[in-house]
């Protein structure tokens, strides 16, 4: 009998053990290495306390070697122009503050998963962290403890000039219960609202004289490009768009201002003459969801994308736009200022003279266009990191030394671009962009003090554009609010999984039965899931900070 | 371990103090053998059991595991209001008895086939054929599944146009998955399993099967009454370690093959895609290990339920 006893135990203990290491893979690892990275970080934490009461003396004796980390995949190995760049930047490093950079590259094969997951590691082995707000998980990292806070001190004393050019209003955008975790690129004109780049020559054909300005318009130029060109694949998506389209159907079709960093569907907000009372459109506006899902069934008839739109990976449809195989391309403001662009490599507008590249933004019918916010692009220090201070010493220069900037963002002058005596950049005689380009992703402390121009875009078309958006744009409003979603973050990934789901099906017309069918269980699902609960709970966030 | 320690204690008898010690020394060649299997279960079975308490934590990386606040069962709670639970828990049963069942019994029929073979060139081409699939990876085997079935440029539904039938779009039927996914399993699976079942044949004794044919009994009735019997004592084993992963899915060829295609979900969705969708960006480790442990804890009920029930039929067999 006690023998049994003894088996059944080490059997459930067997069992057990699996779960603890088998099906949860990373969580072992990821603690044990975590304990003494925090422990790592506390210590250097209190030297920099000793160091920044003593300005003067920043030690930088030792040669140390900063990584940082950044989104986007690796250069090409058969190109070592970004290695050269970077042995030319580290002298220069070397020199200032003697220090070493080296990039570390997530691919963007399921960025965020193993983004987060190198974060996690906290083995000390990445030092600068590219982070964002809005499409990367800078505040959930940050509550995590996996930034470091920064102090006024440390940042008076190892980044000084990121200090003073950042103002006082935009540090506090970049705190999380009164400590700084973000350095803001909070100068650098952007645009990244979405829409659709289209073909303008093609629109105007279609009969479209003005270019595409609503969705209607986009119906009658699909179906146009269907027609007159059987090879071109309207719009060759992959199963991945269905958030943006049904956000930007919602844009376009109300005042609705979105709250970032909550879901990725961003599914709570507030109207623009309202903007502090939560709502979710996706509860409320149910003519309009049902009008959007008729739509995409019609555009999946037409044959807008491939069939298997759901399963397909393989996509590589903005490439395609510039070489002329779709007709749209489905991004933000920022990609259209390339695609419209005639670049090296964009045969359409060698093969035919009159290719435009129009844009129609989300909003446009309603002239609904919120600007960026600032923490669209920050660079975090890991708590993890071993040499903190010397970190944000190189940050510093990378975003305010004029040499550092150029080399960092462009690369080496005469190889990978070149100035005319507008003073704006071209690229070098013989220049091959699989060799001579540079990939430093750099999104995180971009200066438009800095900034060279690029002669190749056509600045003419951007800068009527961008005209057209300040005339319009009402800034982010919820700078400020970092909600703890702690108590409805079980309802908020499980609305999520709602969310995913039936939007895919109804964003790509592949639901059965008729649209009101469809958006009704949908919006039964959100609500059994709690939908309600967490539009309250957001609500009385809303009034404890605003009110 | 507890049959060795039987029967050192009979054959040591009276002698009770010096017994455990003798045992060990007598023994000793024995448990050296399996030394590197104790310390494997000890390091990555036996110590990380305390890190199960992540699952009732909000974990955060400044605490760590044992410093990150306690939340009891909150983490679970997640699993329950998804009011998915019962349809992922079966989903992910029903595919792995299918796995299992079928499984079994074409590896089984495999190995036999392989036994009867008389040319060994062609035996060992055929078992090195069937061996191959199980080296491919599942990411590999996803895109292999797309190039064959998808709609607009498929290898299959090339061929239909050619034959002037009608495409087949199995991408958007989810009634069709059920039955494609197990293929795929069994294609991937059934060499390595059989290799299994193969070398327990080989184990039979071979004098029974000469008697047997001085006896005059034919191919079908060796395979009756000689092969099959043999093979009792390893299929019964091998179920019982399967049960005990009966609700743990196969996330590398459900996640690779069906993706994020939501239409196929009602039919395809197991626990652990459907963990990873909701959990992935948000990281949460607690989560994740709150999950394992539920997925254990049933495992553990079935490896359970199902040696009492071999125990009940044929204790011979049963693991303990």
């Known amino acids: 009998m006690k023998r049994k006893l003894l088996a059944t135990l080490l059997c459930a203990s067997m069992v057990l053990g699996l779960a603890a290491c088998g099906s949860s893979a990373g969580s072992d690892s990821g603690a044990t290495a975590n304990t003494s990275g925090a422990g790592d970080a506390q210590a250097t934490t209190t030297t920099d306390d000793g160091a920044s009461t003593d300005a003067a003396a920043i030690d930088t004796s030792e040669h140390v070697k900063i990584v940082y980390m950044t989104t986007g995949g690796a250069p090409d190995p058969a190109s070592s122009q970004t290695d050269e760049m970077l042995e030319q930047l580290n002298a220069i490093l070397t020199e200032k503050v003697n220090a070493e950079l080296e990039i570390y590259y997530i691919d ?40 470091l806070p920064l102090t006024e001190e440390m940042l008076q004393t190892y980044a000084p000039k990121t200090w003073e050019s950042v103002s006082a209003e935009h540090w506090d955008l970049c705190k999380y219960n009164e400590n700084i975790y973000l350095m803001p690129e909070d100068n650098y004109a952007q ?34 490009v269907k027609e007159a060109y059987p090879d071109v694949i309207p ?154 201070e010397r970190a944000l010493m190189v940050y510093d220069l990378l975003r305010n030394d004029p040499e550092c900037y150029a080399l ?89 999984e709602i969310h995913t789901n039936y939007m895919k099906q109804i964003a790509f017309g592949k639901y059965s039965g008729t649209a009101e069918e469809i958006v009704a269980e949908y919006q039964e699902a959100l609500k059994s899931a709690g939908i309600d609960d967490v539009t309250a709970e957001l609500q009385a966030q809303f009034d404890a900070l605003y009110k | 371990m507890g049959k060795g320690k039987a029967v050192a ?79 992922l828990t079966k989903n992910t049963i029903l595919y792995n008895l299918a796995f299992i069942i079928l499984g079994n019994i074409l590896a089984i029929f495999v190995a036999i086939l392989l036994n009867e073979m008389r040319s060994k060139w062609f035996k060992k081409v055929s078992q090195t054929m ?41 991408y958007s039927d989810p009634t069709v998955w059920p039955v494609l996914l197990v293929i795929i399993h069994l294609w991937q699976q059934t060499g390595y399993n059989s290799v299994v079942y193969f070398a327990a044949i080989m184990g039979i004794d071979a004098e029974i099967i000469e008697a047997a044919k001085v006896d005059g009994a034919n191919g079908f009735q060796k395979i009756r009454y000689i092969i099959l019997p043999g093979l009792r004592p390893t299929l019964v084993i091998l179920l019982l370690f399967a049960m005990g992963g009966i609700v743990k899915g196969n996330f590398g060829l459900f996640y690779n093959v069906v993706g994020t295609n939501s239409i196929l979900f009602p039919t395809t969705d197991i626990i652990e895609t459907y963990v990873y969708r909701a959990a992935t960006t948000e990281f949460n480790f607690s989560r994740a290990s709150a999950v394992g442990l539920y997925q254990s804890i049933i495992g553990f009920i079935m490896v359970m339920i199902s040696n009492f029930v071999v125990k009940k039929i044929e204790p011979d067999y049963s693991l303990f």
């Open chain 2, 130 to 170: 069937m061996f191959l699939p199980y080296f491919i990876s599942q990411v590999l085997v996803g895109i292999l599944v797309y190039n064959l079935l998808n709609y607009d440029y498929g290898f299959v539904n090339t061929i239909l146009v050619k034959l002037g039938l009608e495409k087949w779009g199995p």
């Open chain 1, 235 to 388: 719009w060759d998506s992959d199963g991945t768009q269905y958030g943006q389209m049904v956000g930007g159907w919602i844009t376009s079709h109300s005042d609705y201002v979105s709250i970032d960093g909550i879901n990725s569907g961003a599914m709570w907000g507030g109207s623009k003459d309202d903007l502090y009372t939560v709502y979710s459109p996706y509860v409320t506006d149910t003519d309009s969801l049902v009008a959007f899902a008729e739509m995409m069934k019609e555009w999946d008839e037409i044959g807008v994308w491939k069939t298997d739109v759901l399963n397909n990976t393989a996509s590589d449809n903005r490439e395609d736009f510039k070489i002329g195989r779709v007709a749209a391309e489905q991004h933000h403001t920022q990609t259209w200022t390339d695609l419209c662009s005639h670049k090296e490599g964009y045969t359409i507008y060698d093969d035919d003279e009159d290719a435009e590249t129009g844009f129609f933004y989300f909003g446009q019918e309603t002239g609904n266009v919120v600007a960026l916010s600032i923490t669209h692009g920050a660079m975090a220090v890991s708590a993890a990191s071993n040499n903190p």
């Open chain 1, 408 to 496: 960092f963002n462009y690369g080496v002058k005469g190889v990978s671009y070149d100035i005319n005596e507008d003073g704006m950049r071209f690229l070098p005689e013989g220049y091959n962009s699989a060799t001579d380009s540079i990939t430093t992703n750099f999104w995180w402390g971009r200066n438009d003090d800095l900034e060279i121009k690029d002669a190749t875009m056509n600045w003419d078309a951007i800068e009527d554009l961008y005209a057209e958006y300040d005339s319009i744009k009402i800034d982010y409003p919820y700078g400020q609010f970092v909600p703890n979603v702690d108590s409805i973050q079980s309802k908020i990934e499980n609305i999520n």
């Open chain 1, 191 to 224: 645009w990244t609202n979405h829409g659709y780049a289209y073909r303008l020559d093609w629109a105007k054909e279609a009969g479209l004289a003005d270019g595409v300005q609503s969705w209607e318009d986009l119906t009658t130029y699909f179906k146009y």
């Open chain 1, 108 to 147: 963007w094969t399921d960025y965020l998963a193993n983004y987060n997951l190198t974060i996690a590691q906290m083995d000390g082995s990445i030092d600068l962290i590219g982070t964002a707000s809005d499409w990367l998980d800078a505040w959930p990292n940050a509550k995590k403890g996996a930034f």
């Open chain 2, 9 to 87: 204690a009979s054959a040591t008898g009276g002698k009770k103090k010096r017994g455990i010690r003798e045992t060990l020394w007598k023994y000793r060649t024995l448990e050296l053998m399996c030394l590197p299997a104790i310390i494997f279960f000890f390091m990555f079975s036996y110590m990380p059991l305390p890190g199960i308490y992540v699952a009732f934590v909000n974990y955060n990386y400044q605490g760590g595991i044992f410093g990150s606040p306690f939340i009891g069962l909150q983490n679970f709670q997640f699993l329950a209001e998804s009011g998915k639970l019962f349809e």
